[in-house]
């Protein structure tokens, strides 16, 4: 009978001690920075010589693939590594392995971004980005080339700030809810440019990434922009503005071209945005002002002179099914200098593009893009140089 009694309780306590053990709660593990980092990535892939009418239209800056000896050409092919690794500590680092430094020299491994963004506060509103990044100057040149709708950035606003990045030390502020608005208007597909904040301001060197200062005298650089709704349309307007001395490198200068004595010259741009995000019909629209450096034809040198241009785009949102139909078409104008280019070379487009960018799905992109150009680009080795034309330029985009 005492045997019996034993084996009867002798459960409880020990059930009782695996309750109160279910009670205690478990120790959260803290991740190691590792463990939150993440990789993506695309590539693109590029064909600009169907119906092409002139040979000898390019643009330099925009594709090195274009005209005369052009083929089928890898654009980018970027990889990148990223994550939230503490609460306040963001890094972001972009390789691209396919950089072409000049068009006989292709698809080359280059930096291009690696940055940190240091939160102030607990939700990171105020932060300071520091390293290589984008110079916050114009939507389109902050806006991702795997989200852009047309192959290449309008001349007036990227004629700032060559392949958009440079090295410095950033301040953006924007609240919570507009932090979250920005990422949503990428995620939906609604061609966003990213988080630059609402207010923006920073010092850089002002030679563009992957080149080293040459005058000790930081660009500085601020931005406002300021996203909004009404009903379902969501508008966003922006200002930004720039000033500093940009060195002429004398890799860039033809043998006989007039020059500053120091090659120091003023650089110095101020611009407007307008974006309607498209729900189903979006605009997005820059135009700048400002003055620096442009090949003279009259007087063989370079001087400070104004400079001026603009774009806008058309686009409409059409989902079909579970694939995505973006028709486009962008006008832009520029007048002025592009002084990253050899003599600081004089410009005056006109250009015209048809266009539409088709998804397949989240990993795949086609976009054709018919182009109807008018390029005046001259500097000391080719002082005139007027070429007109039209092309049908293919790119297919595969994100990863």
Not at 157 to 172: P, T
């Amino acid at each position: 009978m005492r045997l019996f009694y034993f084996f009867l309780f002798l459960p409880l306590p020990l059930l009782s001690q695996q309750d109160s053990l279910r009670k205690i709660p478990a120790v959260p593990v803290e991740k190691k920075w590792y463990e939150n980092i993440a990789i993506r990535g695309y590539a693109q892939f590029r064909y600009n010589r169907l119906f092409e009418t002139n040979e000898n239209l390019g643009c330099e800056s925009c594709d090195r693939s274009w005209g005369k000896n052009g083929g089928f050409f890898i654009r980018r092919m970027r990889v990148i590594i990223f994550g939230q690794i503490s609460k306040n500590v963001y890094l972001y680092v972009q390789p691209d392995f396919a950089s072409s430094p000049a068009t006989d020299r292709l698809h080359f491994g280059q930096l291009r971004d690696a940055y940190i963004d240091v939160g102030l506060d607990k939700d990171n509103e105020f932060r300071f980005r520091i390293g290589q990044s984008k110079v916050p100057y114009g939507f389109e040149n902050m806006q991702s080339s795997q989200n852009r709708l047309p192959l290449d950035r309008a001349d007036a606003l990227n004629s700032a700030v060559s392949n958009e990045r440079d090295l410095g030390v950033f301040f953006y502020w924007a609240p919570k809810k507009t932090r979250e608005l920005f990422a949503r208007l990428v995620r939906d597909g609604l061609k966003g440019s990213g988080d630059y904040g609402v207010f923006g301001l920073g010092v850089y060197n002002g030679q563009t990434a992957n080149n080293p200062e040459l005058n000790n005298e930081p660009h500085i650089i601020t931005r406002f922009t300021y996203p909004f709704q009404v009903n379902k349309q969501i508008i966003e307007l922006g200002i930004q503005a720039y000033t500093g001395k940009y060195v002429i490198p004398r890799t860039n200068l033809s043998p006989g071209v007039k020059t500053n004595a120091d090659l120091n010259y003023l650089d110095r741009r101020i611009a407007g945005t307008f974006v309607l995000y498209p729900q189903p019909f979006g605009i997005l629209a820059e135009y700048t002002f400002g003055r620096g450096p442009e090949f003279n034809k009259i007087t063989g040198s370079i001087d400070e002179r104004p400079l001026q241009g603009g774009y806008a785009t058309l686009n409409y949102f059409i989902k079909l099914n579970k694939q995505i139909l973006l028709p486009f078409a962008r006008y832009q104008y520029y007048r002025g200098g592009k002084k990253h280019e050899r003599d600081a070379r004089s410009h005056h487009v006109r250009e015209l593009e048809l266009g539409a960018e088709w998804q397949l799905n989240k990993n795949f992109e086609l976009v054709m893009n018919y182009t109807f150009s008018r390029r005046r680009f001259e500097d000391f080795q080719l002082p005139t140089n007027f070429q007109e034309g039209s092309l049908l330029r293919i790119q297919a985009q595969v994100n990863f």
